[in-house]
């Protein structure tokens, strides 16, 4: 009997003795358990309270920054505290963290934008966008291919929190998503509208760089009319001619019988937006010391002066150093196609000219 005693006594021990206890399952990985350290025993830490918290859309070519939006499917408020995003999910789960103090109520949607100074980085053309929650467990995921989301739209769930991501013709951050093409005339701007009747989304004569006066939308909502600006500087020099077939000559008149100095001085086509740098490669600065001589026909040639195009249907802006808007021309489809000039040179109407005479009078 004792040595029975004493066997039943030494299998616990050796039990004990041989390491046998289940790992710790890393914390890291999406399967909601993490471990004390140390004590070599999982624990489950349960499913993740922010399941629920999903992308909802992304614009990798918002304006004027990148943006991403979470949806709350939950019925509980959600903070942000502690969770992380990043556009390398491999990588680095923690590349960017949401604002401190943001909550995201039940049922409701979050926009975070993406600068160059915060989080550091923006959404590419084809990339993919993760969110992690405080444990470091993945929450949600999307990754979209070369031009799905191309500029005046977004790649966003339909509908909202369960449906699969599509092109959406109609961002809307903050809100609901919607499918289908904005509606030119209902007074609200959206998609690649650059305004929509009354909504110029803060547009101004002053912010386009044409002085005082009331700037309204065009018909097809893709433009701004400018007519209703106005501008109280002297005009010395003038477009005087213009043509949109070659090399896109403008010329430049000089109405004066004194010498003008040019430098900074500056020509832009329709696709100039100031204060938008997309589009500054529409613009044309004339070098320091550029002058134009008394009564003088100064001819800017794309390529070797401007470096932009202009189309069958265009304008041309002329800009003084100082940034202000000092002459202007606008032509319908076609009539730029041989020349459209000012006749007499300087001071007459503009209309479509059968020949073209950059550098000499016009007829």
Wanted: hydrophobic share 35%; proline share 6%.
């Amino acid at each position: 009997m004792r040595t029975l005693r004493a066997e039943l006594l030494i299998l616990p021990l050796l039990a004990a003795c041989s390491g046998a206890v289940d790992p710790v399952t890393d914390a890291g990985t999406n399967n909601n358990t993490t471990g004390t350290p140390d004590s070599g025993v999982a624990v489950d830490a349960g499913p993740s309270p922010y399941l629920g918290l999903v992308i909802n859309e992304v614009a990798p070519a918002g304006a004027p920054s990148d943006w991403f939006e979470l949806y709350n499917t939950t019925a509980n408020d959600l903070s942000l505290d502690g969770l992380t995003y990043t556009d390398d999910i491999v990588g680095d789960p923690t590349k960017g963290a949401f604002p401190a103090g943001i909550t995201v109520s039940a049922g409701g949607f979050y926009v975070q934008l993406l600068t160059d100074t915060d989080p550091g980085f923006g959404l590419g053309s084809d990339e993919e966008l993760g969110v992690y929650d405080p444990q470091g467990r993945l929450l949600d995921s999307v990754d979209w291919a070369a031009d799905a989301a191309p500029a005046g739209s977004s790649w966003g769930r339909f509908p909202d929190g369960t449906g699969a991501f599509e092109n959406l013709a109609v961002p809307s951050p903050g809100a609901a998503n919607q499918r289908g093409n904005p509606t030119c005339g209902d007074d609200v701007r959206q998609g690649a509208e650059a305004c929509d009747g009354a909504d110029l989304g803060g547009t101004t004569c002053e912010s386009l760089g044409l002085g005082a006066g009331t700037v309204t939308c065009n018909a097809t909502c893709d433009g701004f009319d400018t007519a209703g600006c106005f501008t109280t500087t002297a005009t010395t020099v003038v477009l005087n001619e213009v043509t949109s077939s070659g090399d896109d000559q403008i010329e430049l008149y000089n109405t004066t019988g004194g010498i003008i100095d040019l430098s900074g001085w500056a020509v832009a086509d329709d696709g100039y937006m100031a204060g938008d740098p997309t589009t500054a490669d529409h613009l044309y600065t004339l070098a320091a010391g550029r002058q134009i001589d008394p009564f003088e026909h100064l001819v800017l040639v794309k390529g070797t002066d401007h470096p932009f195009g202009l189309g069958s249907s265009d304008g041309v802006r002329l800009f003084d150093a100082a940034g202000v808007l000092v002459n202007e021309v606008n032509w319908a489809t076609g009539d730029a196609a041989t020349s459209y000039c000012r006749s007499p040179d300087g001071t007459g109407p503009w209309q479509v000219c059968a020949t073209a005479t950059f550098g000499a009078a016009n007829p």
